[in-house]
């Protein structure tokens, strides 16, 4: 049986993405119930080979893209405003947080990064 349980987490490593939500991992490991991936996701945090970001969000890495939580953690959004601006050289003021156009407004918090999300409708 943890033999079954490491190939599925190797199946995470071989996928070319660092950060996974249970929508993901269900598809990779070709579940069709979110409960018994939130269970594997739990087995694999236990073990230390998953980092929960967030309830629901995970990565295989200590030091995941924080671009790629963005798109994780508050789906759907974009990275956008002064984030976008800076990372294509427009503006160069320096802003703590990344931020994100999404259908609701929250900041969330991950990995000592904040992450605004701005509502558009």
């Known amino acids: 049986m943890n033999n079954t349980k490491y190939t599925k987490f190797e199946t995470l490593l071989k996928s070319g993405s660092s950060v996974f939500d249970i929508a993901d991992l269900s598809m990779i490991w070709g579940y069709d119930t979110n409960v018994k991936t939130a269970l594997l996701a739990k087995y694999y945090e236990e073990k ?25 953690i508050l789906s759907p959004s974009y990275i956008s405003f002064h984030t976008a601006l800076k990372y294509h050289g427009v503006v160069f003021q320096w802003y703590e947080s990344i931020s994100s156009a999404s259908i609701h407004r929250r900041t969330i918090k991950a990995k000592d990064i904040t992450y605004e999300y701005r509502q558009l409708k």
């Open 48 to 72: 230390g080979k998953l980092i929960r970001l967030k309830n629901g969000v995970y990565t295989i890495t200590d030091n995941p893209e924080p671009f790629e939580i963005a798109q994780k």
